[in-house]
């Protein structure tokens, strides 16, 4: 089994949003929107997660245009990023062993996208990382599937193959996007991804915790609020984004779930049970 977590270049307009969520079936377990990174993240797992995957692109090739988009995560298309992540026997989210079945999806979901909705598509996984394809894309790197310029309208997919990880956003009580970009360069790592943001009246520092086994929430806001109170300020709240795997919240100390933004109902496997029960 595999999940996917789709990122859209759409977290504005609800009726958007919920088109495509709708078009994702049973298979969408999670929608979170995120009106200042102009963002939406799918979260999607469940025995037709294939079939229902490309109504989601459908719908976001043909509802989201990026000619107008203004929003402060990185993209490089409508359809940004849709990474597969395989899932053991019963449904939980793993951090290692054999990507062999999410690198078949991806394969399969490129060439589907290539020939269906002529979007260009970059792999990233193994061969090498998000951030590479972000900076190389159309320069230098030419996608693995699909035509060689972008589309007109959508731009283009970066289609992974990875193992599990969680996004996760520590919000600081200061608007000096300096300070931001500092405390992202220090915490950033080989198993934490991290960028400087600006949100609306705030700034924020907005993480991918690759391994989020070695380093979860409460490791990665501890390192946030001692780095940002050595430069006057501090954390002023943390936000998931989507969900998490089970084993990862529960690592988190229960106390500290309400800080941390972590509850055992926003986990990949609750998703799953609800969807199952639908």
Not at 7 to 31: F, K, M, P, Q, T
Not at 82 to 94: E, K, M, Q, T, Y
Not at 240 to 263: E, I, K
Request: charged letters at 25%; hydrophobic letters at 40%; glycine letters at 12%.
């Amino acid at each position: 089994m595999l999940s996917c977590v789709v990122n859209v270049s759409e977290g504005r307009d609800g009726d958007v949003i919920e088109a495509i969520a709708c078009a994702g079936g049973r298979s969408v377990l999670d929608v979170h929107s995120d009106p200042d990174h102009h963002r939406t993240v799918f979260t999607m797992a469940g025995e037709g997660l294939e079939e229902d995957l490309r109504g989601v692109a459908r719908r976001t090739v043909e509802l989201v245009d990026l000619r107008g988009h203004r929003g402060v995560h990185p993209r490089l298309g409508a359809l940004d990023v849709v990474p597969f992540s395989p899932l053991d026997a019963d449904g939980h989210p793993v951090g290692g062993g054999d990507l062999t079945g999410a690198l078949e999806a991806r394969r399969r979901f490129a060439t589907w996208a290539a020939r269906a909705l002529a979007l260009p598509c970059f792999f990233y996984g193994p061969e090498r990382g998000l951030p590479e394809v972000r900076k190389r894309a159309f320069a230098g790197l030419d996608p693995d599937a699909g035509p060689r310029t972008a589309h007109p309208s959508a731009g283009a997919c970066a289609v992974g193959a990875r193992f599990a990880l969680v996004a996760y956003n520590v919000w600081l009580s200061t608007d000096d996007l300096d300070v931001a970009g500092s405390i992202a360069s220090a915490v950033r790592g080989p198993v934490v991804r991290a960028l400087g943001l600006r949100t609306a009246g705030e700034t924020q520092v907005s993480c991918n915790l690759i391994d989020p086994w070695s380093v979860g929430p409460a490791q990665i806001y501890d390192a946030v609020d001692r780095l940002a109170r050595d430069a006057g300020c501090a954390v002023s709240r943390a936000e998931l984004v989507g969900l998490a795997p089970a084993g990862v919240v529960d690592a988190a100390p229960r106390a500290r779930w309400p800080q941390l933004d972590l509850d055992p109902g926003r986990t990949l496997e609750a998703g799953l049970e609800k969807s199952r029960a639908r």
